[in-house]
């Protein structure tokens, strides 16, 4: 239906989109409500510890759900922080992804731990990592006629942690600048995956910072020396919440945080 | 699926009584309840999902019902602030409230009362922060929040515990 019929879109919680039209940003022809599909309500856990997440799986079962918990504890932590709780009843994983406004909070988090989005086609099911399905503001790897199926998120393996950090307006709040991290320690640091958000139109990995980590010593010194890295390069907007020096800045704040986490967590894991 | 402009057949169950009616396609779930149903408990603050005044419970979520399509409730059991009390007794929420002097004009009280008695449902012992995280979605411009706070708690303090 959504591929057949021009101006059609998918309706999952409505969080965001029911707004967009309510001020006439968008003009729909037809709405299809997918939210109480099942199949795209479901979270699995795939023999190699994958969680399969589906695109209408609320923030409020992600944030309940057992497997979740065991599995991705901070991905349940920050979809339990996401506003309030009549939005995590509502909203959904899928919808935080699709919309991909650039303070929205899982895009970062699932670039870190290096997701896979699952779409469906007209033509059959594709797979796209991640860190290549946000391509800016509002505007994803989904095309018109596909929809967003579900997310698979591996396990973190061994030695290895996440973090997520952020600056906002107030609690559970809109973002000001966001970063998650996934950092594996075996020794010295072997693997790093930092994502910044707010602070461009879409999640971005920030290659130096990752470079400046591999191999220093896991420490909160490494973390703000390779902080550092983030400079000029980042040409965030500014906006009354904050001028794009002051993100720039609160960047390199949230990207230490986000690693310095991860390191502790992936301590934790080493026991 | 129809287009859109046109109506759509719904059938709800609101505060356990049955209502079928034809919605426009375009209306919100607070405008069904208020205007057809006459329910005007169930306040319209901000109409854009900030606000929390038109908080209901949907098939046990917590919801504003101004941030969703009345066809979006189709055969859903919604619990509006009308379906708190049973034969004109407060529940310990809304006597709570009234103790404690939780509201002053009254407008956000119904959204209020309605995510109160989700979180209790949810966690009967909550801490001062996990009340304050639940109200979040609700806005007081009267209070300071301080007394709805109060009300909660003592709410909370009120419900019989299962025995430990």
Do not use: W
């Not at chain 1, 920030?206 to 220093?216: C, Q």
């Not at chain 1, 907007?237 to 020096?245: I, P, Q, R, T």
């Amino acid at each position: 239906m959504l591929s057949e019929r021009e101006g059609a879109a998918a309706l999952a919680g409505g969080q965001s989109l029911i707004n967009v039209l309510k001020h006439r940003v968008a003009s729909l022809e037809l709405l299809v409500d997918i939210s109480r599909l099942e199949e795209l309500r479901q979270i699995d856990r795939l023999p190699d510890g994958t969680l399969e997440i589906g695109a209408c799986v609320t923030y409020d079962e992600l944030d309940r759900s057992d497997s979740v918990r065991s599995a991705q504890p901070l991905l349940a932590h920050v979809a339990g922080h996401i506003e309030d709780q009549q939005i995590r009843c509502r909203g959904t994983i899928g919808g935080n992804c699709c919309l991909s406004d650039p303070t929205n909070n899982l895009p970062p988090l699932l670039v870190a731990l290096d997701a896979t989005m699952m779409i469906q086609s007209p033509g059959g099911p594709r797979e796209v990592p991640a860190r290549e399905f946000f391509h800016g503001y509002f505007s994803t790897a989904v095309e018109e006629g596909e929809l967003l199926r579900s997310i698979r998120v591996p396990p973190l393996g061994p030695n290895a942690g996440v973090g997520y950090s952020t600056v906002a307006v107030g609690a559970d709040s809109k973002a000001i600048a966001r970063a998650a991290a996934f950092v594996r320690v075996d020794g010295a640091i072997e693997d790093a995956r930092v994502v910044l958000a707010c602070v461009a139109p879409a999640p971005l990995r920030h290659t130096a910072m990752e470079k400046a980590l591999r191999g220093a010593q896991a420490s909160p010194e490494a973390a703000r020396a390779a902080a550092e890295r983030i400079g000029e390069d980042l040409e965030p907007l500014g906006d009354a919440h904050g001028s794009s020096e002051y993100r720039r800045e609160m960047a390199r704040v949230v990207a230490r945080r986000a690693v310095c986490e991860a390191m502790v967590e992936g301590g934790d894991r080493r026991g | 699926m129809v287009d859109a402009g046109t109506v759509q057949a719904i059938e709800v169950t609101i505060n356990g009584t049955k209502h079928e009616a034809t919605v426009p396609s375009r209306q919100l779930l607070v405008h069904f309840i208020r205007d057809s149903l006459g329910l005007k408990g169930t306040h319209i603050g901000c109409d854009t999902g900030s606000c929390g005044a038109c908080t209901v419970i949907v098939d046990g979520k917590l919801t504003k019902s101004c941030m969703l399509l009345a066809a979006q409730a189709d055969r859903a059991e919604i619990e509006t602030i009308e379906g708190v009390a049973h034969d004109g007794e407060l529940t310990p929420v809304q006597q709570a409230f009234h103790e404690e002097h939780g509201l002053q004009c009254g407008y956000c009280t119904p959204g209020l009362v309605m995510a109160a008695t989700f979180l209790l449902g949810r966690n009967p012992n909550p801490t001062e922060e996990e009340i304050r995280r639940a109200v979040r979605g609700n806005i007081c411009r009267c209070t300071g929040y301080v007394n709805i706070v109060r009300s909660i708690e003592r709410a909370a303090a009120a419900v019989p515990k299962e025995a430990a």
